[in-house]
């Protein structure tokens, strides 16, 4: 499921013919990071929690687990470094594509054909 929802962003990206198209695609990936992120800590944290009695130390968990957890960790940080630079990006994209409304109607657009 995840794959697809993953194809579809890039599809969505390969095929934008606007940067406003664009800023949208990028927005739909900032909330795929967000949850990504969120979803991955929760797994980070079941890993060492998958005892009938929770640890009560840190040498009580696995070396698996707690090797798991923190690799899932880290991902979850990834996932949300990633999210903010979507952030940024779509800001970007989005400011842009306002810059395009303020242009005189008079200014031909490069993608609007001329007649001669």
Known sequence: MLEHVA?????TARG??????????????EVA????A???TSMAFATTAHTSARPRT???VEPAAKAASWRLHHLGHALAASRDACGAVAEVAEA?????LDVPDDVPDANTPTIV
């Open 96 to 100: 842009f594509d306002a810059s395009i």
């Open 33 to 36: 990071c967000e949850n990504l």
């Open 7 to 11: 194809c579809d962003i890039a599809s």
């Open 16 to 29: 934008t013919p606007s940067v406003q198209d664009l800023g949208c695609a990028i927005r739909h990936l």
């Open 58 to 60: 840190a040498t009580d």
């Open 38 to 40: 969120a979803a991955t």
